[in-house]
């Protein structure tokens, strides 16, 4: 131990507040508190915390808390830990530090400060208006019918106003629908865009908060804001029925500004503010943006500007829904690239190569006359000869065109549309364009990284990179199918196939809490929930393996994140659905289909298992969970109800399904194998014959390849390494040949397809799509062998399956208890393991023994005894077994 070292107990550290850390505008009235402990010893935990919250930045800092002290509670959680202090204020700052004891109760520091301020607790608490461009909100609006969609151009909308005191600080609440740019004084602030989330508009409008303390500055002032479609305004009617809404960009706003003397003033969209066209023309996520340079206004934004021609904003009724403040991770740009190639497959015609798939769009630099039109346009493939084949994106025109103002060189890109692609198409361009014409850049929700995976298979960390950009690409808000053609919507099967994976890759939680209100904001008084959530397509009832996606999501947001608020919250409502599914069921399971095993090879419907089996499968499923979740919220009468029908949907399932005298369910294909073995479907003295047959089909009918749809990969790998058959797994993801994910790198693939075969044309040919992704936990939990344990990680299993083809894999995933690593390499003399565990986190570690006899480990550098470990078998492979706490873990195997 150095002198700098400190002993003990340190200062709680990464502190946040409902998964933010020091967030701006929380609106939930008792808000969830996490923290990461460190220690100097290992084997550590939390016996107690205290936590202190003031509105008084002097008070804190002197260790008091006048809004809630929480004493000393004797209480090992330090995730999601509820604030139960005075009723807290709307559009107020506090400050909170939380302290704790270790096992051996000595306390350690306070962290340093943190804080959180809260947005509107009420909607009528909000001053400011709807307003619009009066052009669009007129009954005579005119507007473009672009591919079924009626789009407006884009509109500027602004206010002067003068302060004459010091501003000590200030906030800007804003929803401007469908998106918005805020700029003051003549610049842009913060960095989001396509802002605010989709949501059902009806239900629930997004607003943002943004600290523009140092945007302000003595005497005349100006905000501005430009405004754009969004998905909001762009909507169709199909045989009478409307898809979408039938609205017009509109905007709310307020700034709030608190002076030094603490008086304060808000300056509140009305009908004093003013209105104009603007360079942004017609505009939409699936068409594009056009944008004319020569309509610029310089200086609009600024104060002093000469607004003769301009208008007065009119007020508008509002969307509908019910104003929410947007704790998720805002869309921003993570990544540019620069392009690797260009073609010139015409003359004039230019296609880059960006290569990577990505969503979201190009920033051009050009230089040329006034009033040159250039025109770029997306797509994910191109043909043979090197032309752009746009066909994939169906009727998305998916083009953005840029006239140019004429002087000197123009650098520009869109604001309210994005693209799915990997080539861009620039035409009109003057001159001849270079590499560094064009940036590509990458825009999707910024959750944080919080997984990492390494092998020494390098087809396996390509597939991990393919499924991680895939996953990226298709979060925007809400979880997307694709990001390129005309569709880029909620679909929830998609969404809760790679719930697990998502987790062990990102940080989800705030966008899973804001997705689970989607769904509940979607439900019918029925029960019954759409496909799409948001149901912008209302496709009623959902398929079950798709309106699974409420229960999943919720079960995976307690077992990650131990958050148990979201249960209570969501319960009724998850009941709803499970009554739903209730009210269809047959012969005690439900059977009602409309998509099944989606997406095997060669085809979309299912081809082998029965079609109606997911159905099954996941009535069973959620009634179980639904069963489980009211035994931990303590509704002791649904849950023996529910847990009481989850063992007749069981053996009603069996019946129907499993054939005991061929030892294998549906059809002996693999889908329907693998998902009997699931939630102990399968009667206890059958799993080993079960599971033996569908290895059989595996290597027998397939040679090691994927014969399932979406549903049936998802659970394949797991299962089978579980089951003692990593061999079979590690070959079914080693495959190169089709049907594979190899078999899409080896065609070229830099994400995930929706299909397992290459198509071009038109119809379900998506080359970004996340469903079959889900393979990507078998990395984390196999390979590297992290797995949870209870809730929360208040304790993992790290138990690695070493294929004996494997050399060497790696893996960290930082939890809200602290990063979670695991690494093992071999060679033909050793074995050598490295596990880290976090403080305040159990751990159970499996050392493989393979084929070594000699085992010596340390934690943090000391020896640990042998009798510590127990020698076990379990599905058929030998480890040393080692139960402990938190620490830095060496072992190794000679």
């Not at 070292?5 to 008792?30: F, H, K, S």
């Not at 409309?594 to 082998?608: A, I, R």
Request: glycine fraction near 8%; include cysteine.
């Amino acid at each position: 131990m150095t002198k700098t070292q400190v002993v003990g107990p340190q200062a709680p550290v990464q502190l946040r507040c409902e998964y933010v850390e020091n967030p701006l505008g929380i609106d939930r009235p008792n808000p969830r508190l996490s923290w990461i402990l460190k220690h100097s010893e290992p084997n550590q935990c939390q016996r107690a915390y205290q936590v202190i919250v003031a509105d008084d930045e002097a008070l804190i800092a002197k260790e008091e808390g006048n809004i809630w002290d929480s004493g000393k509670v004797e209480c090992s959680r330090s995730v999601n830990i509820v604030y139960a202090g005075k009723e807290l204020e709307s559009c107020r700052r506090y400050y909170w530090r939380v302290r704790w004891w270790d096992k051996d109760d000595n306390v350690s520091p306070y962290s340093c400060i943190n804080v959180f301020e809260t947005g509107f607790f009420q909607d009528e608490e909000w001053t400011a208006s709807w307003i619009a461009n009066g052009d669009d909100a007129s009954a005579d609006a005119v507007t473009v019918d672009n591919s079924e969609y009626n789009l407006r151009p884009g509109s500027l909308l602004r206010k002067e106003f003068s302060l004459e005191k010091e501003v000590a600080s200030a906030r800007a609440y804003i929803s401007g629908l469908g998106y918005y740019e805020l700029r003051i004084n003549g610049r842009r602030i913060g960095d989001r865009v396509l802002d605010p989330g989709q949501t059902d508009y009806s239900k629930t409008v997004l607003y943002s908060v943004y600290d523009i303390t140092c945007s302000l500055k003595p005497g005349a002032n100006a905000v501005g804001v430009m405004l754009g479609n969004g998905r909001y305004c762009s909507f169709r009617w199909i045989e009478g029925k409307l898809f979408g809404y039938d609205a017009f960009p509109c905007l709310r706003a307020e700034l709030h500004i608190t002076y030094t003397d603490g008086t304060q003033e808000r300056i509140v969209t009305d009908t004093t503010w003013q209105t104009a066209r603007g360079p942004v023309g017609i505009n939409g996520i699936y068409l594009g943006e056009v944008y004319d340079a020569r309509m610029e206004i310089p200086g609009w934004d600024k104060p002093n500007l000469d607004t003769a021609s301009w208008a007065q904003a009119v007020k508008v009724d509002p969307p509908g829904g019910r104003m929410r403040a947007q704790m998720m991770p805002p869309i921003k740009i993570t990544k540019r690239f620069q392009p690797v190639a260009i073609h010139n497959p015409d003359p004039g015609v230019y296609v880059y190569d960006i290569g990577q798939n990505i969503t979201g769009w190009v920033r051009l630099k050009v230089e040329g006359p006034r009033g040159t039109e250039v025109k770029l346009r997306f797509s994910e493939v191109v043909d043979d000869c090197g032309r752009l084949d746009p066909r994939i994106n169906r009727k998305a025109e998916a083009t953005d065109t840029y006239i140019l103002k004429g002087e000197g060189v123009e650098v520009w890109e869109p604001r309210f549309t994005y693209h799915g692609f990997r080539y861009v198409e620039v035409t009109g361009y003057p001159g001849t364009p270079g590499l560094d014409t064009l940036e590509a850049c990458f825009l999707h929700t910024a959750v944080d990284y919080t997984g990492s995976f390494s092998s020494s298979k390098p087809l396996f960390n390509k597939i991990h990179q393919n499924v991680v950009y895939g996953q990226l690409a298709n979060l925007m808000s809400v979880p997307t199918d694709c990001p390129q053609r005309d569709e880029r919507m909620g679909w929830m099967g998609d969404a809760q196939l790679v719930v697990e994976e998502a987790i062990y890759n990102f940080d989800m939680a705030a966008f899973y809490v804001k997705y689970l209100q989607d769904i509940k904001d979607a439900q019918l008084e029925d029960g019954s929930l759409s496909d799409v959530i948001p149901p912008y397509w209302p496709l009623y009832p959902a398929d079950p393996s798709w309106g699974t996606a409420y229960v999943t999501i919720a079960w995976a947001m307690y077992r990650y994140y131990g958050d148990l608020e979201v249960i209570k919250e969501h319960y009724d409502s998850m009941k709803q659905w499970v009554k739903f599914l209730e009210s269809k069921e047959e012969n005690g399971i439900v059977t009602y289909v409309k998509y099944g095993d989606w997406c095997p090879p060669g085809s979309v419907l299912p081809k082998k298992n029965p079609r109606e089996m997911t159905s099954a499968f996941h009535y069973y499923h959620d009634v179980l969970r639904l069963g489980q979740m009211a035994e931990l919220i303590g509704r002791d009468e649904d849950a023996e109800y529910f847990l009481e029908k989850a063992e007749e949907v069981r053996a009603a399932f069996n019946e129907r399904y499993f054939h005991p005298d061929k030892k294998s369910y549906g059809n002996h294909d693999q889908t329907s194998n693998v998902l009997g073995l699931q939630f102990g479907l399968t009667p206890d003295d059958m799993i080993e014959a079960v599971a033996k047959n569908l290895v059989d089909s595996i290597v027998r009918e397939t040679d090691y390849h994927f014969d399932t749809g979406i549903v049936g990969t998802r659970y394949m790998l797991d299962t089978l390494t579980d089951l003692g058959y990593k061999e079979v797994a590690y070959r079914m993801m080693a495959q190169e040949s089709f049907p594979s994910l190899g078999y899409m790198i080896r065609e070229g693939a830099t994400t995930v397809w929706e299909r397992w075969e290459k198509l071009t044309g038109t119809g379900m040919n998506s080359h970004n799509h996340i469903m079959l992704g889900s393979v990507d936990t078998w990395f984390y939990r196999a390979l590297a062998g992290i797995r949870l344990g209870e809730p929360g990680w208040n304790s993992v299993i790290i138990k690695p399956a070493i294929p004996a083809a494997l050399d060497h894999a790696s893996a960290s995933v930082k939890t809200l208890k602290g990063q979670i690593k695991s690494s093992w390499s071999r060679c033909r003399s050793a074995f050598k393991m490295a596990v880290t565990i976090p403080v305040n986190t159990k751990a159970v570690i499996y050392v493989p023994k393979l084929d070594y006899s000699i085992l010596t480990a340390t934690l943090n550098g000391a020896p640990i005894a042998d009798e510590a470990f127990k020698l076990v078998t379990e599905s058929g492979e030998a480890y040393y077994r080692y139960e402990g706490g938190s620490g830095c873990y060496c072992f190794t195997l000679k």
